[in-house]
């Protein structure tokens, strides 16, 4: 458990400018605003380097005077809150700044030692010693102060200010890394009275201030004294920059409270009161003597009424006749009444469990629950609790499943159309043919796989054309289309569209080729020729020049041969026509410039003699041939392609398209359900039937119906217990049922779409403040679920009797249940209750910080009383067993975070330790008033931080009524009675006196947390 922080304090801090001011603060006026001599020294560099001294300045820094505002937001904390109804009077009040410095920012003078007052002030005023009023003139509300005696004196206001620093490094380093960790408070050393309203203002603490925040004149002021004194002038008109309210009790503080809890073993009366079954209504038999009604909470004596009762059977059979009545009616048609409602008390949970019917002497939940009055008294209460608040549940669960009508509806629809296009896919498309399927299913083709390919990618690959399946050769081929009617009576026999496709796949019949253009008619081929670019006739001889032997690789960029010869017409025999060329050669085109090389073309070395070719000339004739028989070549026949196999395609048709698939896809498609509401129905279309989720602890509306059905009795607990009680499993498992089946009904009332067996509510107890343990899931969603009191209705065995359903794992049957009734939890809400294990030190029994248990629930019921549940079973808690020999203590801790300042209400002998001082340590005893309490000691060390224990059970108003002390403390005023040991447990006690500077003053009148350990032993009966 997260022990008490570490705080350093630090009687002033100042930072920039003001850090330098050299007039230290004796305790009389200051100067209005602080002074500050600086100098400077221009050193100019060169070859005749020379310092020149400036004439050194005065600076004058900001004063209590110049300030007329403050930003509420730089204050962080107060204490106590605005607007407390019960502060306790023993504290001082205090308010804290973000700023380390701010209270000494304006404060014109620089420290005397560790002594420098601040420029603020923290009074605290009864409602009847001051007038509060805000001429439009002034820039800041103001007080008339009409009883000077309530202020302070501020001639030590330096004592009541202090710098805090959280953690264990300096001042220095922790505003570096963490400024955040830095405050500054200033106290107000008033003591408080019990039981009287008090506002607390935040004032100048200079005369400069003071008339700055009233628009006052300050020229006549040459320096600046305390805002008051005792001989200042009433009433005295003060401006505030912040002010907060609060009111005192007289109940004593978090010690005193926990300490006036006492330990008690409850007797069997608590959580149970007797249920009468004789009469349970006109003409019905008796159940005999009356039974014990058990609550959800019970005492450890307490222990189930056994129903031994001779009548108990009849009593039985006439339930489950009575309430079995509409189960045989509403299933036999021919019954008379089968159309007429029989309304009878009802069978809970049969929606759930799927049985509409109980049977008596069976011992299953849904019998149990039904059959006996004391379950089913308690599950009828979950009926009143659902029709109390049934506007806010219906409101939640219509909201919880918005939009569930319209997809509910598209569902619907969806299922309409997979039934007719069921019944159309079987008698069309399942009886088809082959061919006929593929001709139906044409337009989708390009959108079903037949694996990896599309179908239409199949046919298109396939020797049958994509066009013998479209719509306009189906009708063609048709028999009782006009095309086919006529052929028939010229007596042509083309067969049917199955049949001409076999003869296409199987080659039979070829696919005619288009025709050939009429004579004279301008093709696109035509127009393509007469476009062509100039340079495209030379693509030929670019293709020769790319072969592999690479033979005219030269020739790329070849003018038109010369000697006649063209592309058109060359054929291998005009090749062989030509004339011999003795004198051919080729020549390279120039690097640059226009082209004039070539085969054949005119220049130097194109003569020459002779008959026959040259050697480059035969050459050239040779491969030009070979080009020509090339160009001239006819095509070759394409391969054939794959027959087309109808059957698997049809195959893949019938199952992609069945309805069945592809109706729900669409229809889901359109409808995000979404995984909140768990809806995996096996039919995939089913419309929704939602279960709304109603996350709240149940047991809260329960106790608003009446605390006695969670805690029977609870009357009977004395003010001031702390007593163990224990879970009660099997009724809170009765109640969730009798909730989840009221609301089953309404829903269905309303036409929410439900199917009534969902478990609407799961949760009983209040599970907001569990501490999650190691082992527990990170996810929220998953811890939820593992909280929840039950798991879902539908799931339970029916075998099973009541009390055997619980949804978390390890818990322990019926754990004990820690109750506290008192002033205690109500005064100090976020106080830490845990149990710890207990060890022997010696032969004494204390806490062992390695074993601490956390509340698995928590809980109230009026006015005063707290509950908090375990995972301890009351053997365990009490000791003597073999995992807990030494049992368990039961932890009250005041919450360790935030840091209080006072005093104890009253001294219990001499101080050793400052953690003891007391208001009455600066008072002189007078003569105590008869009947007063006295107060006893209690001798408990320290330990890691928190305070021993001094108080008995008592009041401020008494403590103090013997005792004659100042209104406020003093640090010239020293305690009486305080002797600090040299072997005290914090070795800080010694370095610390009282009036010495601000830093010691908060660290003595710090006030520790308070814990008190009580052991299971002194609650658990015997």
Same mark, same amino acid.
């Given at each position: 458990?997260?022990?008490?922080?570490?705080?350093?304090?630090?009687?002033?801090?100042?930072?920039?400018?003001?850090?330098?001011?050299?007039?230290?603060?004796?305790?009389?006026?200051?100067?209005?605003?602080?002074?500050?001599?600086?100098?400077?020294?221009?050193?100019?560099?060169?070859?005749?380097?020379?310092?020149?001294?400036?004439?050194?300045?005065?600076?004058?820094?900001?004063?209590?005077?110049?300030?007329?505002?403050?930003?509420?937001?730089?204050?962080?904390?107060?204490?106590?809150?605005?607007?407390?109804?019960?502060?306790?009077?023993?504290?001082?009040?205090?308010?804290?700044?973000?700023?380390?410095?701010?209270?000494?920012?304006?404060?014109?003078?620089?420290?005397?030692?560790?002594?420098?007052?601040?420029?603020?002030?923290?009074?605290?005023?009864?409602?009847?010693?001051?007038?509060?009023?805000?001429?439009?003139?002034?820039?800041?509300?103001?007080?008339?102060?009409?009883?000077?005696?309530?202020?302070?004196?501020?001639?030590?206001?330096?004592?009541?200010?202090?710098?805090?620093?959280?953690?264990?490094?300096?001042?220095?380093?922790?505003?570096?890394?963490?400024?955040?960790?830095?405050?500054?408070?200033?106290?107000?050393?008033?003591?408080?009275?019990?039981?009287?309203?008090?506002?607390?203002?935040?004032?100048?603490?200079?005369?400069?201030?003071?008339?700055?925040?009233?628009?006052?004149?300050?020229?006549?002021?040459?320096?600046?004294?305390?805002?008051?004194?005792?001989?200042?002038?009433?009433?005295?008109?003060?401006?505030?920059?912040?002010?907060?309210?609060?009111?005192?009790?007289?109940?004593?503080?978090?010690?005193?409270?926990?300490?006036?809890?006492?330990?008690?073993?409850?007797?069997?009366?608590?959580?149970?009161?007797?249920?009468?079954?004789?009469?349970?209504?006109?003409?019905?038999?008796?159940?005999?003597?009356?039974?014990?009604?058990?609550?959800?909470?019970?005492?450890?004596?307490?222990?189930?009424?056994?129903?031994?009762?001779?009548?108990?059977?009849?009593?039985?059979?006439?339930?489950?006749?009575?309430?079995?009545?509409?189960?045989?009616?509403?299933?036999?048609?021919?019954?008379?009444?089968?159309?007429?409602?029989?309304?009878?008390?009802?069978?809970?949970?049969?929606?759930?469990?799927?049985?509409?019917?109980?049977?008596?002497?069976?011992?299953?939940?849904?019998?149990?629950?039904?059959?006996?009055?004391?379950?089913?008294?308690?599950?009828?209460?979950?009926?009143?609790?659902?029709?109390?608040?049934?506007?806010?549940?219906?409101?939640?669960?219509?909201?919880?499943?918005?939009?569930?009508?319209?997809?509910?509806?598209?569902?619907?629809?969806?299922?309409?159309?997979?039934?007719?296009?069921?019944?159309?896919?079987?008698?069309?498309?399942?009886?088809?043919?082959?061919?006929?399927?593929?001709?139906?299913?044409?337009?989708?083709?390009?959108?079903?796989?037949?694996?990896?390919?599309?179908?239409?990618?199949?046919?298109?690959?396939?020797?049958?054309?994509?066009?013998?399946?479209? *719509?306009?050769?189906?009708?063609?081929?048709?028999?009782?289309?006009?095309?086919?009617?006529?052929?028939?009576?010229?007596?042509?026999?083309?067969?049917?569209?199955?049949?001409?496709?076999?003869?296409?796949?199987?080659?039979?019949?070829?696919?005619?080729?288009?025709? *050939?253009?009429?004579?004279?008619?301008?093709?696109?081929?035509?127009?393509?020729?007469?476009?062509?670019?100039?340079?495209?006739?030379?693509?030929?001889?670019?293709?020769?020049?790319?072969?592999?032997?690479?033979?005219?690789?030269?020739?790329?960029?070849?003018?038109?041969?010369?000697?006649?010869?063209?592309?058109?017409?060359?054929?291998?025999?005009?090749?062989?026509?030509?004339?011999?060329?003795?004198?051919?050669?080729?020549?390279?085109?120039?690097?640059?410039?226009?082209?004039?090389?070539?085969?054949?073309?005119?220049?130097?070395?194109?003569?020459?003699?002779?008959?026959?070719?040259?050697?480059?000339?035969?050459?050239?004739?040779?491969?030009?041939?070979?080009?020509?028989?090339?160009?001239?070549?006819?095509?070759?026949?394409?391969?054939?392609?794959?027959?087309?196999?109808?059957?698997?395609?049809?195959?893949?048709?019938?199952?992609?398209?069945?309805?069945?698939?592809?109706?729900?896809?669409?229809?889901?498609?359109?409808?995000?359900?979404?995984?909140?509401?768990?809806?995996?129905?096996?039919?995939?279309?089913?419309?929704?039937?939602?279960?709304?989720?109603?996350?709240?602890?149940?047991?809260?509306?329960?106790?608003?119906?009446?605390?006695?059905?969670?805690?029977?009795?609870?009357?009977?607990?004395?003010?001031?217990?702390?007593?163990?009680?224990?879970?009660?499993?099997?009724?809170?498992?009765?109640?969730?049922?009798?909730?989840?089946?009221?609301?089953?009904?309404?829903?269905?009332?309303?036409?929410?779409?439900?199917?009534?067996?969902?478990?609407?509510?799961?949760?009983?107890?209040?599970?907001?403040?569990?501490?999650?343990?190691?082992?527990?899931?990170?996810?929220?969603?998953?811890?939820?679920?593992?909280?929840?009191?039950?798991?879902?209705?539908?799931?339970?065995?029916?075998?099973?009797?009541?009390?055997?359903?619980?949804?978390?794992?390890?818990?322990?049957?019926?754990?004990?249940?820690?109750?506290?009734?008192?002033?205690?939890?109500?005064?100090?809400?976020?106080?830490?209750?845990?149990?710890?294990?207990?060890?022997?030190?010696?032969?004494?029994?204390?806490?062992?910080?390695?074993?601490?248990?956390?509340?698995?629930?928590?809980?109230?019921?009026?006015?005063?009383?707290?509950?908090?549940?375990?995972?301890?079973?009351?053997?365990?808690?009490?000791?003597?067993?073999?995992?807990?020999?030494?049992?368990?203590?039961?932890?009250?801790?005041?919450?360790?975070?935030?840091?209080?300042?006072?005093?104890?209400?009253?001294?219990?002998?001499?101080?050793?330790?400052?953690?003891?001082? *007391?208001?009455?340590?600066?008072?002189?005893?007078?003569?105590?008033?008869?009947?007063?309490?006295?107060?006893?000691?209690?001798?408990?060390?320290?330990?890691?931080?928190?305070?021993?224990?001094?108080?008995?059970?008592?009041?401020?108003?008494?403590?103090?009524?013997?005792?004659?002390?100042?209104?406020?403390?003093?640090?010239?005023?020293?305690?009486?009675?305080?002797?600090?040991?040299?072997?005290?447990?914090?070795?800080?006690?010694?370095?610390?006196?009282?009036?010495?500077?601000?830093?010691?003053?908060?660290?003595?009148?710090?006030?520790?947390?308070?814990?008190?350990?009580?052991?299971?032993?002194?609650?658990?009966?015997?």
């Amino acid at each position: 458990m997260t022990g008490p922080g570490r705080y350093h304090f630090v009687a002033w801090s100042r930072r920039g400018i003001g850090a330098k001011l050299d007039n230290p603060d004796y305790g009389g006026p200051l100067p209005v605003r602080g002074t500050l001599t600086t100098g400077l020294t221009v050193t100019a560099d060169g070859p005749s380097p020379d310092s020149q001294p400036v004439p050194p300045v005065t600076v004058l820094t900001h004063g209590p005077g110049d300030v007329i505002g403050f930003h509420g937001g730089h204050v962080i904390r107060t204490d106590p809150k605005d607007g407390t109804p019960n502060y306790e009077p023993n504290y001082l009040a205090c308010i804290e700044f973000d700023m380390p410095d701010l209270p000494w920012l304006h404060t014109p003078a620089a420290p005397a030692g560790d002594r420098l007052r601040p420029w603020l002030a923290l009074v605290v005023l009864k409602s009847g010693e001051y007038t509060q009023v805000r001429p439009p003139t002034q820039p800041l509300p103001s007080i008339d102060v009409t009883e000077l005696g309530a202020l302070q004196p501020l001639d030590d206001a330096w004592n009541w200010a202090h710098t805090q620093v959280s953690g264990d490094g300096g001042l220095a380093a922790t505003l570096g890394s963490t400024p955040g960790a830095v405050i500054s408070r200033l106290m107000c050393p008033r003591r408080l009275d019990p039981e009287t309203g008090y506002t607390a203002f935040l004032v100048p603490a200079f005369e400069a201030g003071r008339l700055a925040g009233l628009n006052l004149d300050l020229s006549g002021l040459t320096s600046t004294p305390a805002a008051w004194t005792g001989a200042s002038q009433t009433p005295l008109r003060l401006p505030f920059f912040y002010s907060f309210t609060f009111h005192t009790s007289d109940q004593g503080d978090f010690e005193s409270l926990v300490r006036r809890l006492v330990p008690r073993k409850l007797g069997a009366d608590i959580g149970q009161r007797p249920m009468s079954v004789d009469e349970p209504m006109a003409d019905f038999p008796s159940g005999g003597t009356p039974l014990g009604l058990d609550g959800a909470l019970m005492s450890l004596l307490t222990t189930e009424t056994q129903w031994n009762d001779p009548a108990k059977t009849a009593f039985q059979d006439a339930l489950a006749t009575f309430i079995n009545v509409p189960a045989p009616i509403a299933d036999d048609p021919a019954h008379p009444s089968a159309d007429d409602p029989v309304v009878t008390p009802p069978v809970y949970g049969r929606w759930h469990a799927g049985v509409p019917t109980v049977t008596p002497g069976a011992t299953g939940w849904l019998d149990g629950l039904n059959l006996d009055p004391r379950p089913r008294t308690e599950a009828g209460t979950g009926t009143q609790v659902i029709q109390a608040h049934l506007t806010a549940l219906m409101a939640s669960a219509w909201q919880q499943v918005a939009g569930i009508e319209l997809a509910n509806s598209l569902l619907r629809r969806a299922q309409l159309a997979r039934g007719t296009l069921t019944m159309l896919h079987a008698r069309r498309f399942a009886a088809a043919s082959n061919a006929t399927l593929l001709s139906l299913t044409a337009p989708v083709h390009a959108r079903v796989l037949a694996s990896p390919q599309t179908v239409r990618a199949v046919i298109a690959g396939s020797r049958v054309p994509g066009q013998m399946f479209a *719509a306009s050769f189906r009708r063609i081929t048709s028999p009782a289309g006009a095309i086919r009617r006529r052929q028939s009576a010229a007596g042509a026999v083309i067969g049917s569209l199955g049949a001409l496709v076999d003869r296409v796949n199987s080659t039979e019949i070829a696919i005619v080729p288009p025709p *050939a253009p009429p004579g004279g008619l301008v093709t696109i081929e035509d127009i393509s020729d007469r476009t062509r670019p100039p340079w495209s006739k030379y693509l030929p001889i670019r293709l020769v020049a790319h072969t592999p032997e690479g033979s005219f690789r030269a020739i790329i960029e070849a003018d038109e041969p010369s000697g006649g010869i063209r592309i058109v017409g060359l054929t291998p025999r005009a090749l062989a026509a030509v004339a011999p060329r003795p004198d051919f050669t080729i020549t390279e085109p120039p690097a640059t410039g226009a082209g004039t090389g070539g085969f054949g073309a005119g220049g130097t070395g194109a003569g020459g003699a002779g008959t026959g070719d040259s050697v480059e000339a035969a050459r050239f004739r040779q491969a030009m041939i070979q080009l020509g028989g090339a160009l001239q070549a006819p095509a070759p026949d394409p391969p054939l392609a794959a027959a087309l196999d109808t059957q698997a395609l049809r195959d893949t048709l019938v199952a992609r398209l069945d309805p069945a698939l592809t109706v729900p896809a669409r229809a889901l498609s359109l409808i995000d359900i979404g995984a909140r509401l768990g809806w995996r129905p096996p039919d995939p279309i089913q419309p929704i039937m939602a279960a709304p989720s109603f996350p709240q602890p149940m047991y809260a509306p329960l106790r608003d119906l009446s605390p006695d059905y969670v805690l029977p009795g609870v009357e009977q607990i004395p003010p001031d217990t702390v007593g163990l009680l224990q879970s009660n499993h099997a009724f809170i498992e009765s109640y969730m049922v009798g909730l989840n089946h009221e609301m089953a009904r309404q829903l269905l009332w309303a036409g929410y779409p439900t199917d009534l067996r969902g478990s609407y509510f799961r949760q009983f107890w209040d599970v907001s403040g569990y501490v999650p343990e190691p082992g527990d899931p990170s996810d929220p969603a998953q811890l939820a679920e593992l909280l929840k009191d039950i798991p879902p209705i539908n799931t339970w065995p029916l075998a099973v009797p009541l009390g055997g359903h619980e949804n978390r794992a390890g818990i322990v049957p019926d754990n004990v249940v820690l109750l506290v009734r008192g002033e205690l939890l109500r005064r100090y809400p976020n106080t830490v209750i845990y149990a710890a294990k207990a060890k022997l030190d010696g032969n004494k029994r204390v806490i062992d910080p390695t074993d601490e248990r956390y509340p698995l629930f928590a809980g109230t019921l009026p006015t005063d009383i707290t509950f908090i549940g375990f995972n301890l079973s009351k053997e365990d808690a009490k000791g003597g067993t073999k995992d807990s020999p030494e049992g368990f203590f039961f932890v009250f801790q005041q919450h360790p975070t935030e840091p209080r300042f006072g005093l104890e209400p009253s001294a219990t002998g001499t101080v050793q330790h400052w953690a003891d001082l *007391a208001w009455t340590n600066f008072g002189v005893p007078q003569q105590r008033a008869a009947g007063v309490p006295g107060v006893t000691v209690e001798t408990v060390s320290y330990s890691n931080g928190w305070a021993p224990w001094r108080l008995a059970s008592t009041t401020f108003a008494s403590v103090l009524a013997g005792t004659a002390l100042s209104p406020f403390l003093s640090a010239s005023a020293h305690p009486q009675g305080v002797a600090i040991a040299n072997d005290a447990a914090d070795p800080n006690d010694t370095a610390n006196a009282w009036g010495a500077d601000a830093a010691q003053t908060a660290y003595i009148t710090l006030r520790m947390p308070y814990r008190i350990a009580i052991h299971a032993d002194l609650m658990v009966p015997t």
